[in-house]
Nanobody, 119 residues
Framework: QVQLVESGGGLVQPGGSLRLSCAAS????????ISWFRQAPGKEREPVAT???????NYADSVRGRFTISRDNAEKTGYLQMKSLEPEDTAVYYC?????????????WGQGTQVTVSS
């Protein structure tokens, strides 16, 4: 069974930084696109950043220039480096990936990690 596990969330002051990780496990043959989404209280889940297997990246306007998405294909791990954090970045952050496993292609979600930006 393919799984994604996020880590690295926590409480940080405005202007601070955090690095989220997304580790994939299971009978994985290839990880295609890796994306990060977030959901703030009372709001819909929204895309934050995406990285293709070829390392092409896309960012939401609200985080461009502050967040950096990356990946390590050998380690089957994705990352989201977040800098200059603002209270508006407070949300549960979810990792999502399109994964080819021994049972076929599936779209997999992690369980989420809480990021709170507050003084």
């Amino acid at each position: 069974q393919v799984q994604l596990v996020e880590s690295g969330g926590g409480l940080v002051q405005p202007g601070g930084s955090l690095r989220l990780s997304c580790a994939a496990s299971g009978p994985i043959l290839r990880i295609n696109t890796i994306s990060w989404f977030r959901q703030a209280p009372g709001k819909e889940r929204e895309p934050v950043a995406t990285i293709s297997r070829g390392l092409n990246t896309n960012y939401a306007d609200s985080v461009r220039g502050r967040f950096t998405i990356s990946r390590d294909n050998a380690e089957k791990t994705g990352y989201l480096q977040m800098k200059s954090l603002e209270p508006e970045d407070t949300a549960v952050y979810y990792c999502n990936a399109e994964i080819l496993s021994t049972t076929g292609i599936s779209n997999v979600w992690g369980q989420g990690t809480q990021v709170t930006v507050s003084s």
